[in-house]
């Protein structure tokens, strides 16, 4: 059998996009030949049963020319795919439902997010299956949702052995923006009272307008607060340089409101990491372990971390218990092998 993927970027480098990578890398070991449409192409290393497409955006190109390159690509290479796979852009399905209905190819969609829009509804209508990591994932009900757990590479973020550091840090990761709620987690950490010294590392970067002024008002939050000495904007990582920083942290801290199972929480745990969020996805995963607040409570937060810290020696075994549960639940090769499975 032969996969078409539908994706907005194939890079390894990718900040934000760079996991999809590794997804390609395991398709390609389920499927004969595996043919890659995306929007943009960076940094691709993968095997020679994967043929990666871009529409061009890392050229300049228009909307109208992404367009007229889509519908060629999906035509011309038509008798080089059996199947579709659409990640998370339910847009493309809308585009090319008709010709790949024409053409007698079975569509699925992969959707992580409680939004619902009208065009995901239309979308919905128009794939043969939707797959999604955990039902708080997808918020329409239908016969045609798979709930499969998500694609953690539980290969790349793995525990470290030791930490021999005589200080502790908090990180979180995330592009710096209002939605991501990190004046919660600077004001929190501002309540640490604690004899071993401890840092916040926040890795992300502001993108628009809004968000570099929400980034300038963290600085100057955590200047009033006193620990600016202490707060580390990490800037952009790639993606690779993720599970190092993780490895190199004790506490892992998410602040989302997206109501899905964020990825970055459950690498976090991958790496052994105990993983403290208001995210209600995870409420009943990690409310049994004391890591889940409230959105927005800073002094049940201060309070949750103070705990943790207070605890260092005990972290790695609570870790270690984290990571079984990716590993049973959201491990990537188990996820690819069902979708294969589904398609057959």
Known sequence: MRLLI?????????????????????????????????????????????????????????????LRRFYGSIWRERSRYDVVFVHMNQVYVILGAFVWKLLGKKIFLWYTHKSVT???????????????????????????????????????????????????????????????????????????????????????????HEDKKYAASLRTLAKNQGVEDRVRFKGALRHGDIPLLLRASDIFVNMSKTGSLDKAVLEAMACGLPAVTSNEAFRSMLSPYGLFFKHGDVQELARILGSLVGKRDVLPILGLELRDIILREHNLSTLIRKVANLYA
């Open 6 to 66: 539908i994706t907005q970027k194939a890079d390894k480098s990718d900040p934000i996009l760079g996991f999809f990578h590794r997804w390609i890398v395991e398709f390609a070991k389920h499927f004969e030949e595996v043919t890659v449409l995306c929007l943009e192409r960076g940094l691709c290393e993968l095997p020679e049963n994967v043929r990666v497409i871009s529409l061009g955006k890392e050229d300049g190109r228009s909307r109208s020319k992404y």
């Open 118 to 208: 009208l065009s995901l509804r239309i979308a919905l209508a128009l794939v043969d299956k939707v797959l999604t990591a955990s039902a708080e994932s997808f918020r329409i009900k239908s016969k045609k949702v798979n709930v499969l757990g998500h694609g953690i590479d539980v290969d790349t973020f793995i525990p470290t052995k030791e930490k021999l550091e005589d200080t502790m840090s908090i990180v979180t990761v995330g592009r710096i923006s209002p939605v991501k709620h990190y004046e919660v987690l600077i004001s929190a950490f501002a309540e640490l009272r604690n004899e071993v010294p401890v840092f916040l590392d926040i890795a992300g970067v502001p993108i628009t």
